[in-house]
């Protein structure tokens, strides 16, 4: 598959950004190749397209189905094996950030609970006792959060993100009727 120059500056960007995200180069142009196609993909192809070595196809496509953002599927009448990935940016953003929960957040978390219940503990000053404390509290409200944006149907979380700075203009009014007497 030739890539057209826009095509190419989409994929090349986006394996930028997954370095800045934490992610491979290479899994991050794989991935953005097989949403940009829209279309499943055998490995030859991904080789042939993105120029890199067949041993890094293969271990980024891995890596891409462990994040849950690549499946395996068979094509009719083509015995290798074929990847895709959702098409639907809603979908992949979900994915992302719940994968991301798992691997980071909810380690971090069980981490700090497990300190928390530690008698060592009670020898830390109690400024340490409450910044880990906060930390916890912080994580859990943001999964919490997060989870519960993230059963909402697109329309209805596309609305609660354009809100943006309205939200901030509705929480400042509303503080300031429960701080008048």
Known sequence: MNLSPTLSRFVLHWGEMGTRWGVNRTVSQIHALLYISGRPLHAEEIVDTLGVARS?????????????????????????????????????????????????????????????????????????????????????????????????DVATLTKVLKLGARIKKLLGRESETKTKP
């Open 56 to 152: 890094n196809v293969s271990n980024s496509l891995r890596e891409l189905q462990s994040w849950k953002l690549a499946r395996l599927v068979h094509v009719p009448g083509d015995r290798r094996d074929h990847f895709e990935t959702s098409t639907d940016i809603w979908e992949l953003f979900r994915t992302i950030v719940r994968e991301r929960e798992e691997r980071e957040l909810a380690p971090t978390m069980a981490v700090l609970r497990d300190i928390l219940a530690d008698p060592a503990l009670s020898k830390e000053s109690a400024e340490v006792r409450l910044r880990i404390r906060a930390t916890l509290e912080f994580l859990e409200i943001l999964t919490a959060w997060s989870d519960e944006m993230l059963r909402l």
